[in-house]
T-cell receptor
Framework: DAKTTQPPSMDCAEGRAANLPCNHSTISGNEYVYWYRQIHSQGPQYIIH???NNETNEMASLIITEDRKSSTLILPHATLRDTAVYYCIVRSTGTASKLTFGTGTRLQVTL | DVKVTQSSRYLVKRTGEKVFLECVQDMDHENMFWYRQDPGLGLRLIYF???????EKGDIPEGYSVSREKKERFSLILESASTNQTSMYLC???????????FGPGTRLTVT
């Protein structure tokens, strides 16, 4: 699976959009981009995933560049409960493919 | 909503004890996974199962075994617990291999 690079930490004011970047320059054609987050002392929570088109769900939007070498997770109106570590994961299709979590981005949402 | 539950949030065991960690999912998922999470090392896959009685080794299976007798339940077994197995253990399940994985709350195991 391709490796990802994320900034170690970011701050965001409550109510503003949080834009979390991820670089995955070695991504291959059959690899999806997944985003998870982990709130302190809890299990990771699935947010969203995509292959090449932009995706949106009730939690977030995922913007993938045309060359697929980077992506951005957007939390449109961040709240204090969005404070967590956010992981960008590139994952191949295949038999019971595992998730490889890097170190992620620690997002701190402040008042 | 998918629900993945783990038998304990916190567990303290002694070196050499046999330890059982239980995971149950309620969504009829085919695939189940056991990870451990350590500071600076991220999540590492220990074992996974893609069907009842089927199991595959992950990246760090040494010192662990698993059991999947029923579809909804996946157990992780530490045959003889050691201090280097002190960690957060996370169970996950997914509908198919390529679907998103849903995680339980984790079990923080301390081996003394």
């Amino acid at each position: 699976d391709a490796k990802t690079t994320q900034p170690p930490s970011m701050d965001c004011a409550e109510g503003r959009a949080a834009n979390l970047p991820c670089n995955h320059s070695t991504i291959s054609g059959n690899e999806y981009v997944y985003w998870y987050r982990q709130i302190h002392s809890q299990g990771p929570q699935y947010i969203i995933h995509g292959l090449k088109n932009n995706e949106t769900n009730e939690m977030a939007s995922l913007i993938i560049t045309e060359d697929r070498k980077s992506s951005t997770l957007i939390l449109p109106h961040a709240t204090l409960r969005d404070t967590a570590v956010y992981y960008c994961i590139v994952r191949s299709t295949g038999t019971a493919s595992k998730l490889t979590f890097g170190t992620g981005t620690r997002l701190q949402v402040t008042l | 909503d998918v629900k993945v539950t783990q038998s304990s949030r916190y567990l303290v065991k002694r070196t050499g004890e046999k330890v059982f960690l239980e995971c149950v999912q309620d969504m009829d998922h085919e695939n189940m996974f056991w990870y451990r999470q350590d500071p600076g090392l991220g999540l590492r896959l220990i074992y996974f199962s893609y069907d009842v009685k089927m199991k595959e080794k992950g990246d760090i299976p040494e010192g662990y075994s698993v059991s999947r007798e029923k579809k909804e339940r996946f157990s992780l077994i530490l045959e003889s617990a050691s201090t280097n197995q002190t960690s957060m253990y996370l169970c996950a399940s997914s509908l198919t291999p390529n679907y998103e994985q849903y995680f339980g709350p984790g079990t923080r195991l301390t081996v003394t």
